[in-house]
Nanobody, 122 residues
Framework: QVQVVESGGGLVQPGGSLRLSCAASGSLFSIKAMGWYRQVPGKERELVATIPAGGGAIYADSVKGRFTISRDNAKNTVYLQMNSLKPEDTAVYYC????????????????WGQGTQVTVSS
């Protein structure tokens, strides 16, 4: 069984910064891809950034140059550093992990974090 725990959300003024963390623990071999998504009420969940095991992050156009995704494979943790935050960044942020549960199996399982609220307001 795999547990996924997010942390780091909160209230910040426009132009401020926040850092989100998402850590996986339990019975897993390694993590193939890690990503962050966000959702506001009445809209579909959207990709913010994703990073595969070998690096090479991909970002939504709306966050390029402001957000940075990174991962620590030894800690099974993914981070999202958010700078120059705007009111339109307000959302619930979710991490998504594609996990190899077994060493010799190419099959992955998908796990989502519980979500953390980010509110950008003066």
């Amino acid at each position: 069984q795999v547990q996924v725990v997010e942390s780091g959300g909160g209230l910040v003024q426009p132009g401020g910064s926040l850092r989100l963390s998402c850590a996986a623990s339990g019975s897993l071999f390694s993590i193939k891809a890690m990503g962050w998504y966000r959702q506001v009420p009445g809209k579909e969940r959207e990709l913010v950034a994703t990073i595969p095991a070998g690096g090479g992050a991909i970002y939504a156009d709306s966050v390029k140059g402001r957000f940075t995704i990174s991962r620590d494979n030894a800690k099974n943790t993914v981070y999202l550093q958010m700078n120059s935050l705007k009111p339109e960044d307000t959302a619930v942020y979710y991490c998504k992990l594609e996990v190899f549960l077994r060493k010799w199996s190419p099959v992955t399982s998908t796990y989502w974090g519980q979500g953390t609220q980010v509110t950008v307001s003066s």
